[in-house]
């Protein structure tokens, strides 16, 4: 007699012949009965081994699959429990909120001087951070962020130069809303940050001594799809910005 698993296995249906990433087709249905309130709080979702197993894919695809939602902040992985539907959080955000948004919202009037913008093919190690092919038409793209009037961040982007917004949509609006205009809606970005000191060329654009601290943020934006919408190193002078985050308690 067969046992009757104490967890939930999602009904998914696999295309494999889509360009869609497997993991991205895993958890779109998952997330699709979280937010509809059919997945409840604490609902045990089978592990990655099991998930892997079930729908013949690799244990690394499975482990994806989960670890987006964790980052949409669906799921939760409790020791001793196993992975959960995550608490209902008293606010959600609909929308990614971004540097430029940050500076108008503190009453700032943020503007962009693009110093750069070129098209190579991709290095093995710029083809890594982007996850495409080496050899693939990627654009470069330099920028001087600026709040009232007064260099404030210097912004280093990698996109795929198929879906790269023009250098003049950079210097009017957000990156994030740049690429709006082509189609393509960044619904998450996972960042690094960390402190270091201003080279000589940064501090000459930034109009502070050489050596002054900047925040160092390292940023990856992803699309609707689940692929990786652009690479992104930026630097902001420490008197002229601050990182503010929204936490959630579970």
Do not use: W
């Not at 892997?52 to 695809?61: C, E, G, I, Q």
């Not at 669906?74 to 606010?91: E, K």
């Amino acid at each position: 007699m067969s046992q009757v698993p104490t967890y939930f296995e999602a009904d998914v249906r696999l295309d494999r012949n889509s360009p869609v990433p497997l993991y991205h087709q895993i958890a779109q249905p998952i997330e699709e009965l979280i937010l509809s309130g059919q997945l409840t709080p604490g609902t045990r979702l089978e592990d990655e081994l099991s998930m892997a197993r079930r729908l013949n894919v690799s244990r690394p695809t499975a482990r994806r699959a989960l670890q987006q939602l964790g980052d949409h902040g669906l799921l939760v992985r409790r020791r001793g429990v196993g992975t959960q539907v995550a608490p209902t959080r008293v606010h959600r955000p609909n929308v990614l909120s971004t540097i430029y948004d940050q500076m108008k919202t503190d009453g700032h009037k943020p503007s962009t001087e693009v110093l750069s913008y070129g098209t190579s093919p991709a290095s093995q190690e710029v083809s890594a951070k982007l996850e495409v092919a080496p050899g693939t038409n990627v654009t470069t793209i330099r920028r001087l962020r600026m709040s009232d009037r007064q260099p404030a961040g210097l912004m280093f982007d990698m996109i795929r130069s198929s879906i790269a917004p023009a250098a003049t949509a950079l210097e009017r609006d957000s990156f994030e809303n740049a690429l709006a205009e082509r189609g393509v809606v960044v619904t998450m970005a996972r960042q690094a940050v960390s402190a270091r000191k201003a080279s000589a060329p940064e501090a000459q654009l930034l109009r502070i001594p050489t050596g002054s601290t900047m925040l160092s943020i390292q940023n990856i934006s992803y699309d609707e799809s689940g692929k990786i919408a652009a690479y992104g190193e930026y630097l902001f002078r420490a008197d002229r910005f601050a990182l503010k985050n929204t936490l959630f308690a579970h």
